[in-house]
T-cell receptor, first 112, second 112 residues
Framework: DVKVTQSSRYLVKRTGEKVFLECVQD?????MFWYRQDPGLGLRLIYFSYDVKMKEKGDIPEGYSVSREKKERFSLILESASTNQTSMYLC???????????FGPGTRLTVT | DQQVKQNSPSLSVQEGRISILNCDYT??????FLWYKKYPAEGPTFLISISSIKDKNEDGRFTVFLNKSAKHLSLHIVPSQPGDSAVYFC???????????FGTGTSLTVIP
């Protein structure tokens, strides 16, 4: 079974803090994604990566950056957290040969 | 602007009956469509998909129908079971498989 894990289920941070969200997949998948899920807005793509050290902006990259130094790990960075970044963050991966995404359990981030 | 829309935020169905969840899209470049199911406090899990070269795909109790001319897809669940109660997201991708666009979700409640 494919497993996608995220470093924290719940996180509370203060405005202005630098926040790291980690995602690890164990199936040697090529592509990895970060989404945020907000009520009434569905899942919106922040960034994706199709290879180590490669990244592409999604629909809402502002205020975020990413890092993919190893194939299995994809990190989302909030350089200076703001209250409007309070959300559920979901990481996903795909092998690149099929379209089905495998999601992690999500990180509920609250910025106060 | 939302390229994938689920206009019904919620749906209630009696156990044993058919559940029909609908999804509309605007981008004619979308090539592949997927449905995901999400329970509270979990990440979405893949349910069923369909390529644009088909108009129907079936997997057990789940059937997805695609009407390309209307840019509309639907998920049929027959018979509905209480364990099907969840939020259902439709998603679409152009043939790159690198970008996925999600709808806002429909919360299905199956009443025993």
């Amino acid at each position: 079974d494919v497993k996608v894990t995220q470093s924290s289920r719940y996180l509370v941070k203060r405005t202005g803090e630098k926040v790291f969200l980690e995602c690890v997949q164990d199936m040697d998948h090529e592509n990895m994604f970060w989404y945020r899920q907000d009520p009434g807005l569905g899942l919106r793509l922040i960034y994706f990566s199709y290879d180590v050290k490669m990244k592409e902006k999604g629909d809402i990259p502002e205020g975020y950056s990413v890092s993919r130094e190893k194939k299995e790990r994809f990190s989302l960075i909030l350089e200076s957290a703001s209250t409007n970044q309070t959300s559920m963050y979901l990481c996903a991966s795909t092998p690149g040969t099929t379209y089905e995404q495998y999601f992690g359990p999500g990180t509920r981030l609250t910025v106060t | 602007d939302q390229q994938v829309k689920q206009n019904s935020p919620s749906l209630s169905v009696q156990e044993g009956r058919i559940s029909i969840l609908n999804c509309d899209y605007t981008n004619s470049m979308f090539d592949y469509f997927l449905w995901y199911k999400k329970y509270p406090a979990e990440g979405p899990t893949f349910l069923i998909s369909i390529s644009s070269i088909k108009d129907k795909n079936e997997d057990g109790r789940f059937t997805v129908f695609l009407n390309k001319s209307a840019k509309h897809l639907s998920l049929h669940i027959v018979p509905s079971q209480p364990g099907d109660s969840a939020v259902y997201f439709c998603a679409a991708s152009p043939n790159t498989g690198n970008q996925f666009y999600f709808g806002t979700g429909t919360s299905l409640t199956v009443i025993p």
